[in-house]
């Protein structure tokens, strides 16, 4: 009981510690419509001065003309430094870039140089140095940028994103195994959601699972909402193939319940790469799938709980429409 209470303990911590950490791109109906007025608002500051920490025409640095122009463009304030803009945007792969995206480079650290993509492989910013400084145009494929190109990142969907999104993922679940270990067996999902609303997608998720420690095989369809980039919230009914029963020192019998209710859960996932189109999110996925213990069996509030809780991490994959 200790030992199954410290686990919650920590599976707490985690998800405290990333609630603290999350963000989300700026929302928008129309985003190609956001993306020509970023590339207008850009164009509208060439040739101001470059001024370290400067926030207005008096004067800009990099990421002070990001700020501005988002800002300006959609109403929406975000980071202010380049390296937490680079933290705050979604992956996106230099194949994949569409105007108004931002672009980021290491020049004289990891991520401290930032503008915006305009089309055909250019991007507008504010130059610190070199034989042109201010608010400028410059290529990608310049020797100096093409060496220090870090990635880039969407400020808003694609200009023709649908507002769909779809995902795959899998991993094994823990939390008493039936051999002492945290081995429990395998959980899967399939996924779609409306990602066009930004901070709030509402979405479907097919949720099949090897459960070992109770011997059944679980099928959950559930209803999710996604909180920022890192949480999703699901709950919903399941199918239960198999008899259950908790091998847990001695033969524990249960019966599914909950009706629409049977599963309900978090889903967190700390960071997200962009690889080749795909979207790689590693996750941690906490449960709590009910199972009651027949009318004939003891209290037992740790068996119970080992029953209905349990925990995966896995990896999930998402594309965009």
Known sequence: MKARARKICLFAAAAVVGAAVSAAPVATLSPKETRRKLVAEADSYLGVRYRYGGVDRAGLDCSGLVFLVVRSATGSSIPRTSREQYAWVEPVSRMQLQSGDLVFFHTTGRYSHVGIYLGD????????????????VSALDEEYWARSYAGGGRVVAPANFLGLRFALGGGPTGWAGTDGSLLRGAAFQAAVSYDALGFVRPGLELRPEWDGSLGVFRVSSVLSVGIGKEWRLFAGPALVFGDPVLEDGSSRDYSPAGGWLAT????????????????????????????????????DFGADATANFRASVGVRLSWDF
Request: charged share 20%; with cysteine.
């Open 121 to 136: 492989g250019t991007f507008i910013h504010a130059a610190s140095d070199g034989p042109r400084t201010g608010v400028i």
């Open 264 to 299: 309900g859960g978090v889903c967190w996932t700390p960071v997200t790469f962009n690889v080749r189109g795909a979207l790689v999110s590693p996750y941690l996925d906490l449960a709590w799938q009910r199972y009651e213990p027949d009318s004939s069996e003891k209290d």
